[in-house]
Nanobody, 125 residues
């Protein structure tokens, strides 16, 4: 089993920045990637970004490209999401996720194996 614990959410004004972190523990050997999804009330869980554990390849949703950056610290089994130029529409619960396998459909939440509990990000206008 793998446990994921997020931190770093909060309230920020539009145009501001936040950094989320997610620490993985347990049997995470063989991880392909860690990443982030977000879900607003009444909406589906949407892909935000991810990073491959072995080579650092990154994936981003079009809505966050150029504003958000996913990075990793392999030694600490931690992934970060740096969010800049935040907009009110970025307001969501952000979930950390881990997948053991590569897929060309990495943006599909159903293909991810483990999830954190979520952290609230609120962007005020």
């Amino acid at each position: 089993q793998v446990q994921l614990v997020e931190s770093g959410g909060g309230l920020v004004q539009a145009g501001g920045s936040l950094r989320l972190s997610c620490a993985a523990s347990g049997r995470s050997f063989g991880t392909y990637a860690m990443g982030w999804f977000r879900q607003a009330p009444g909406k589906e869980r949407d892909f935000v970004g991810a990073i491959a554990w072995s080579d650092g390849r990154t994936y981003y949703a079009d809505s966050v490209k150029g504003r958000f950056t996913v990075s990793r610290d392999n030694a600490k089994n931690t992934v970060h999401l740096q969010m800049n130029s935040l907009k009110p529409e970025d307001t969501s619960v952000y979930f950390c996720a881990l997948t053991m396998y590569y897929s060309e459909n990495i943006h599909r939440s159903s293909l991810w194996d483990y999830w954190g509990q979520g952290t609230q990000v609120t962007v005020s206008s």
